[in-house]
């Protein structure tokens, strides 16, 4: 059952977003038993988003033959993942809340934004909003993590948000025609391919820009090559959605570009 769960929670992400917030972590100087609180919520919380997503498209994953998903097998009752969704969703606010309230407020911001795009969102132009609150919700919840309890930068949120739109543009690209046929219509898949994918370099640009420019002389030997590796990264994402449109990898390579920008942000923080 612990198995079906994790496969219903859209496991690459999960650990990718749950991973980024550990890093966030060290780079924020949280100290190891409230850093380790606030992974175990974020990892929770991406469960209970991950999971809802497959209980909201059971029906249209059962269309489309998606018998790998667990809910389509019968492998997880419905009423079962529910019951899950509620508990981590409940699980991720209190254990923030433990670390401080504030905490618990932008994890509560993290949680909504990613039931809004489940719920409905996904479909309208507005899709990518719940990406980006998203994603600048993270830093914020694990900044506030560290004593003193403070919110990062402005510039961080802001590349946590952009980094989350991006992530958004590349999650939808390979099922962008699919998504439509099921009147799925969200800001990706109301745009030219090549302008999709256009826009996740330029994203990816944009966020190293940011890191660069903000991190200041004393870490350009960091934020230099990690911005113009992640920007390659996003590059390599885009060509290869243009050529093989069904990949799952410029997903997979935005993750690898999120890593690289939280790297360099992590040098940033240290060396300043």
Same mark, same amino acid.
Not at 12 to 33: D, E, K, N, R
Not at 105 to 129: D, E, H, M, P
Not at 162 to 184: M, Q, R, T, Y
Not at 220 to 248: C, D, N
């Given at each position: 059952?612990?198995? @079906?769960?994790?496969?219903?929670? #859209?496991?690459?992400?999960?650990?990718?977003?749950?991973?980024?917030?550990? *890093?966030?972590?060290?780079? %924020?100087?949280?100290? $190891?038993?409230?850093?380790?609180?606030?992974?175990? @919520?974020?990892?929770?919380?991406?469960?209970?988003?991950?999971?809802?997503?497959?209980?909201?498209?059971?029906?249209?994953? =059962?269309?489309?033959?998606?018998?790998?998903?667990?809910?389509?097998?019968?492998?997880?009752? =419905?009423?079962?993942?529910?019951?899950?969704?509620?508990?981590?969703?409940?699980?991720?606010?209190? +254990?923030?809340?433990?670390?401080?309230?504030?905490?618990?407020?932008?994890?509560?911001?993290?949680?909504?934004?990613? %039931? /809004?795009?489940?719920?409905?969102?996904?479909?309208?132009?507005?899709?990518?909003?719940?990406?980006?609150?998203?994603?600048?919700?993270?830093?914020?919840? !694990?900044?506030?993590?560290?004593?003193?309890?403070?919110?990062?930068?402005?510039?961080?949120?802001?590349?946590?948000?952009?980094?989350?739109?991006?992530? #958004?543009? @590349?999650?939808?690209? $390979?099922?962008?025609?699919?998504?439509?046929?099921?009147?799925?219509?969200?800001?990706?898949?109301?745009?030219?391919? !090549?302008?999709?994918?256009?826009?996740?370099?330029?994203?990816?640009?944009? /966020?190293?820009?940011?890191?660069?420019?903000?991190?200041?002389? @004393?870490?350009?030997?960091?934020?230099?090559?990690?911005?113009?590796? /992640?920007?390659?990264?996003?590059?390599?994402?885009?060509? +290869?959605? +243009?050529?093989?449109?069904?990949?799952?990898?410029?997903? =997979?390579?935005?993750?690898?570009?999120?890593?690289?920008?939280?790297?360099?942000?992590?040098? !940033? *923080?240290?060396?300043?």
């Amino acid at each position: 059952m612990m198995g @079906a769960v994790l496969r219903s929670s #859209h496991p690459v992400p999960t650990f990718a977003v749950t991973l980024l917030s550990l *890093l966030l972590a060290i780079a %924020f100087g949280v100290a $190891p038993a409230q850093a380790v609180v606030v992974v175990v @919520a974020v990892f929770l919380n991406q469960i209970a988003i991950g999971l809802s997503n497959d209980i909201v498209d059971v029906e249209r994953d =059962r269309r489309a033959g998606r018998t790998d998903k667990p809910l389509v097998a019968g492998a997880i009752p =419905r009423t079962t993942a529910w019951a899950v969704v509620i508990t981590a969703t409940t699980l991720s606010i209190a +254990l923030s809340v433990s670390i401080n309230p504030r905490v618990g407020l932008w994890q509560v911001v993290f949680l909504i934004s990613g %039931f /809004a795009y489940n719920a409905g969102l996904k479909a309208t132009v507005f899709s990518a909003v719940p990406y980006a609150t998203g994603f600048a919700a993270l830093p914020a919840l !694990v900044s506030l993590s560290a004593k003193p309890p403070e919110l990062p930068a402005w510039w961080v949120m802001l590349v946590g948000a952009i980094l989350g739109v991006s992530a #958004h543009f @590349a999650n939808v690209l $390979p099922d962008g025609e699919s998504d439509k046929a099921e009147g799925i219509r969200g800001l990706p898949q109301r745009l030219p391919r !090549v302008v999709t994918a256009a826009a996740l370099v330029g994203l990816t640009g944009v /966020a190293s820009a940011l890191l660069i420019w903000q991190g200041g002389f @004393a870490s350009i030997w960091v934020t230099i090559p990690v911005g113009v590796a /992640a920007v390659f990264v996003s590059i390599v994402a885009a060509v +290869l959605t +243009l050529r093989t449109p069904l990949t799952l990898w410029p997903f =997979r390579l935005s993750i690898v570009a999120a890593g690289l920008i939280a790297v360099g942000l992590l040098g !940033v *923080l240290r060396l300043t």
